[in-house]
Nanobody
Framework: QVQLVESGGRLVQAGDSLRLSCVAS????????TGWFRQAPGKEREFVAG????????EYADSVKGRFSISRDNAKNTVYLQMSGLKPEDTAVYYC????????????????WGHGTQVTVSS
């Protein structure tokens, strides 16, 4: 079992940058995929970015390509989501999650979730 804790969310202005962290404890990432998802009020949860722990292979949602970057620190068991050029539509609760196997953008296929961190972007 993997426990995940997100942090770094806060209120920022449009155009600002922010880095979210997802720290894992318990079973290490190993061959996991770690994904970042977000859910805005009244909207469905959506995939933001994912990274394959061993290879570092990444994927991004079209809405964040060129603005967000996912990375990992093996020694710290931490995955980061660096966000730049933030827009009001990026406002959401951001969650990290892990799964075995291939990269997926469907949250239902992820096994473990954190409790989320709120990102609010004001215009």
């Amino acid at each position: 079992q993997v426990q995940l804790v997100e942090s770094g969310g806060r209120l920022v202005q449009a155009g600002d940058s922010l880095r979210l962290s997802c720290v894992a404890s318990g079973r290490t990432f190993g061959s996991y995929v770690t994904g970042w998802f977000r859910q805005a009020p009244g909207k469905e949860r959506e995939f933001v970015a994912g990274i394959r722990w061993n290879s570092g292979t990444t994927e991004y949602a079209d809405s964040v390509k060129g603005r967000f970057s996912i990375s990992r620190d093996n020694a710290k068991n931490t995955v980061y989501l660096q966000m730049s050029g933030l827009k009001p539509e990026d406002t959401a609760v951001y969650y990290c999650a892990v799964r075995y196997g291939a990269m997926r953008d469907n949250g239902a296929q992820y096994d473990n979730w954190g409790h989320g961190t709120q990102v609010t972007v004001s215009s």
